[in-house]
């Protein structure tokens, strides 16, 4: 019987990384041997404790290269290969992510906010490494799904306005799924929203946040949300839109195992869960 993957959670005590611990745990074929998290007070807790789950025997630290450390040395020492599930802030993603490759072990970011250089790095340097890695916007199917059936509906309408809605404690504007799904869009190479009049705006900012290639982006923050997209298509006498709720941060846990299944398996980073579906 193959051996478990050993998987290490950054963020552990946070919403994203509660769902992703119970998931790892009721996973076979997973086996959560590291929980990282900073919040103060919780060094050495039991992290199934502190979460609800009954005892796990996996106690919480503070010192990330030092759990990855760990864990990459009983890699070596006959293991399989361990993977990083990270969903802390978009302030330490990129040394999270770097950290992880150096390491050896496969980083499964979930945490938005990394900028197309850092991304363009990170793949080169996972390359040179021979450790593949993920970064995942969005781990819904269901996104994905809606983004490429806006990439496809882009090739019928010049004009197009994106809208992201999340929790008020989301750090990043416009979300990484945002981001990506306009970049799917603008694989045409075309020109999106040309401008019939001379537009200004009495309050600066209202009408979003325009790419290069004319689409607009908008995000909203309130209590109450969880994450939400919508795009909408405008041509003569029609609009034509797509939207995505996650109701719950449940919806995310297929995309995570699949993504922890696959990455072992990866010459390098790959961005996008379509990447793996």
């Not at 864990?71 to 293991?79: A, I, L």
């Not at 490429?148 to 979300?175: G, I, M």
Request: glycine content about 12%; charged content about 20%.
């Amino acid at each position: 019987m193959t051996a478990p993957i050993p998987v290490v959670v950054a963020g552990a005590l946070g919403r994203m990384g509660a769902e992703v611990i119970k998931a790892v745990v009721g996973a076979q074929d997973c086996s959560l041997v590291g929980a990282i998290d900073n919040t103060p007070g919780k060094e050495g807790a039991d992290v199934g404790l502190e979460l609800g789950f009954g005892e796990l025997e996996v106690a919480v630290t503070a010192d990330f290269e030092g759990c990855l450390c760990a864990v990459s040395q009983s890699v070596r020492d006959g293991g399989s290969g361990a993977v990083l599930v990270d969903f802390t802030h978009p302030s330490v993603v990129y040394e999270h992510t770097r950290a992880a490759i150096a390491y050896g072990v496969h980083p499964v970011i979930g945490t938005t906010g990394l900028s197309p250089e850092q991304l363009n790095g990170l793949t080169e340097f996972s390359a040179k490494a021979s450790v593949g890695g993920a970064v995942i916007p969005n781990f819904s199917v269901g996104m994905v799904l809606l983004q490429q059936a806006a990439a496809a509906a882009a090739r019928f309408y010049d004009h197009a306005e994106l809208t992201e809605l999340h929790h008020n404690r989301k750090a990043d504007a416009p979300s990484g799924t945002c981001i990506k799904t306009a970049e799917l869009m603008e694989e045409l190479g075309k020109s999106f929203n040309s401008e019939e009049v001379d537009e200004h705006e009495s309050l600066a900012g209202c009408r979003g946040g325009q790419r290069d290639s004319g689409l607009r982006l908008h995000s909203v923050r309130l209590p109450g949300l969880v994450a939400h997209q919508e795009v909408m298509f405008g041509a003569p006498g029609e609009t034509y839109t797509l939207r995505h709720d996650t109701i719950d941060r449940s919806a995310y846990m297929p995309g995570v195992l699949l993504t922890v299944r696959k990455v072992g398996s990866l010459g390098s980073l790959v961005y996008g869960l379509e990447r793996l579906i």
